[in-house]
């Protein structure tokens, strides 16, 4: 069987949680502050705050750049659910602009005509690990006077060209980056998350809001040799990540740069092998982007069916995925809870099919992810790609 992924993980990640476990403080402490240090410096950001998952993260960062209730943040249907969640947890409504079908990503001409008078923020997320065009995002925000909170949770390690140079993204580029260490992801913790920004105050916003309002953190109280009485200025949660996790993530970190050039090799051994396959659409990376391939999604040639391949290939033991979801298409999220660039007077729009959203759409129907893994050998690889080759090539003749 080869698996759609497999984090990397060994022993120097077991015998770091052992380490943690062995000292006796296991919460949020030691190990968590060096990791945020060891972050930041890999990703080039001022601030680095850790949190339990990207989800927190994204929550955290959207209620620091002043989203309310009855706000609107501009972002994209096509995403995991928890990218549109974060901003309903707010109280505030997603105005779901379509991607551009090449990069998956946000379209950037759309954005403006998704702006009104209510929006504070733009979302924006750098899809699988490719990073969508902040250039031009950031432009408009500026224009607006809108945050951008980037969710970044498949891009750790992802770089973009940026005034002439080249940028790990979180440094980050908008004012809030967002990361996740799902196995999933590119590296993991387990389950965890980390906000970069620029912003002193944010940063001491987010460290506030993770532990519950706490105004003075127990780090703080277990080294002072004088009592201290904290205080809960605002209603917090605890998004805390664990010492252990923490501790496995600075090893994850360490493993980074060969897990990034890896998938990136493995990207590209792709291309190459499914160059020829007719009607088959692979994933472009735009002269400025260097992605992380957390995912490699191709477009299924326009006759054949998604799960009709998908189960050919897991027949021949070969996992594969369908592309990445739309949020609006899922019970939770009925037609009065958000609005599309196009539908915000036009209400029309309600039917099955949203024509606002149809590369979106499009995208979840018509991709699937293919198996990659740093791990992944290159006779793995063939056997995928002769897989999926073999079940278009039947479709055909089928007709
Ligand atoms: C995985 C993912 C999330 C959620 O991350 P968690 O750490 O699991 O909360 C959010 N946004 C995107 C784009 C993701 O891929």
């Given at each position: 069987?080869?698996?759609i992924?497999?984090p990397?993980?060994g022993e120097?990640?077991a015998?770091?949680a052992?380490?943690v476990?062995?000292?006796g403080?296991?919460?949020q402490?030691p190990?968590?502050?060096a990791f945020?240090?060891?972050?930041?410096?890999?990703?080039g950001?001022?601030y680095?705050?850790a949190v339990?998952?990207c989800t927190?993260a994204?929550h955290?960062?959207?209620l620091a750049?002043?989203?309310?209730p009855?706000?609107e943040?501009?972002?994209?249907?096509?995403?995991?659910i928890?990218?549109a969640?974060?901003i309903r947890?707010?109280g505030?409504r997603?105005?779901?602009?379509d991607?551009d079908?090449?990069?998956?990503n946000?379209?950037?001409?759309l954005?403006e005509?998704a702006?009104?008078?209510?929006t504070?923020?733009?979302?924006?997320?750098?899809?699988i690990?490719?990073?969508?065009d902040l250039a031009a995002?950031?432009?408009i925000?500026?224009?607006?006077?809108?945050?951008?909170?980037e969710?970044?949770?498949?891009?750790?390690?992802s770089?973009?060209?940026w005034?002439?140079?080249?940028?790990?993204?979180?440094?980050?580029?908008?004012d809030i980056?967002?990361?996740?260490?799902?196995?999933?992801?590119?590296?993991?913790?387990g389950?965890?998350?980390?906000l970069?920004?620029?912003?002193?105050e944010?940063d001491?916003?987010?460290?506030l809001?993770?532990q519950?309002?706490?105004s003075?953190?127990?780090?703080?109280?277990?080294?002072?040799?004088?009592v201290?009485?904290?205080?809960?200025?605002?209603?917090?949660?605890?998004?805390?990540m664990?010492d252990i996790?923490?501790?496995?993530g600075?090893?994850?970190?360490?493993r980074?740069?060969?897990?990034?050039?890896k998938?990136?090799?493995?990207?590209a051994?792709y291309?190459?092998l499914?160059?020829?396959v007719?009607g088959?659409?692979?994933?472009?990376?735009?002269?400025?982007?260097?992605?992380?391939w957390?995912?490699?999604?191709?477009?299924?040639?326009?006759d054949?069916?998604?799960r009709?391949?998908?189960?050919a290939?897991?027949?021949e033991g070969i996992?594969?995925?369908?592309?990445?979801?739309?949020?609006?298409?899922e019970?939770a999220?009925?037609?009065d809870?958000?609005?599309?660039?196009?539908?915000?007077?036009?209400?029309?729009c309600?039917e099955?099919v949203?024509?606002c959203?149809?590369h979106s759409?499009?995208a979840?129907?018509?991709?699937?992810?293919?198996?990659?893994?740093p791990?992944?050998?290159?006779?793995?690889?063939?056997?995928?790609?002769?897989s999926?080759q073999?079940?278009?090539?039947?479709?055909?003749?089928?007709?």
């Amino acid at each position: 069987m080869i698996p759609i992924t497999k984090p990397m993980l060994g022993e120097n990640e077991a015998e770091a949680a052992r380490r943690v476990i062995a000292s006796g403080w296991t919460s949020q402490g030691p190990e968590v502050a060096a990791f945020e240090k060891e972050f930041a410096a890999y990703v080039g950001a001022p601030y680095a705050c850790a949190v339990s998952s990207c989800t927190t993260a994204l929550h955290l960062a959207l209620l620091a750049a002043g989203v309310r209730p009855g706000d609107e943040v501009i972002t994209v249907s096509h995403s995991y659910i928890a990218t549109a969640n974060s901003i309903r947890y707010c109280g505030a409504r997603p105005v779901f602009v379509d991607i551009d079908p090449a990069t998956f990503n946000i379209d950037p001409v759309l954005i403006e005509s998704a702006v009104t008078g209510r929006t504070r923020a733009i979302l924006c997320v750098h899809q699988i690990g490719m990073p969508c065009d902040l250039a031009a995002v950031c432009e408009i925000a500026r224009r607006y006077g809108l945050a951008v909170v980037e969710d970044a949770a498949c891009a750790i390690g992802s770089e973009i060209l940026w005034q002439g140079h080249w940028e790990k993204i979180g440094r980050p580029q908008g004012d809030i980056a967002c990361f996740s260490f799902h196995p999933r992801k590119v590296i993991s913790t387990g389950d965890g998350g980390m906000l970069t920004t620029a912003n002193p105050e944010w940063d001491a916003k987010f460290r506030l809001l993770r532990q519950h309002g706490m105004s003075v953190p127990d780090t703080v109280r277990h080294g002072a040799s004088r009592v201290i009485f904290e205080s809960y200025p605002i209603v917090g949660f605890n998004f805390r990540m664990t010492d252990i996790q923490a501790a496995v993530g600075r090893e994850q970190l360490k493993r980074l740069p060969d897990i990034v050039r890896k998938r990136r090799e493995l990207a590209a051994r792709y291309r190459t092998l499914l160059a020829k396959v007719p009607g088959l659409g692979l994933p472009t990376e735009p002269d400025w982007a260097r992605s992380t391939w957390q995912s490699f999604s191709v477009r299924l040639p326009e006759d054949s069916d998604q799960r009709w391949v998908m189960q050919a290939m897991l027949d021949e033991g070969i996992a594969t995925r369908r592309g990445v979801m739309c949020a609006h298409r899922e019970p939770a999220y009925p037609p009065d809870t958000w609005s599309c660039a196009g539908r915000i007077r036009n209400r029309s729009c309600t039917e099955e099919v949203c024509r606002c959203l149809r590369h979106s759409e499009e995208a979840q129907d018509r991709t699937v992810i293919l198996p990659l893994f740093p791990e992944m050998t290159f006779e793995q690889q063939d056997r995928v790609a002769e897989s999926l080759q073999d079940a278009l090539r039947v479709v055909t003749l089928n007709e």
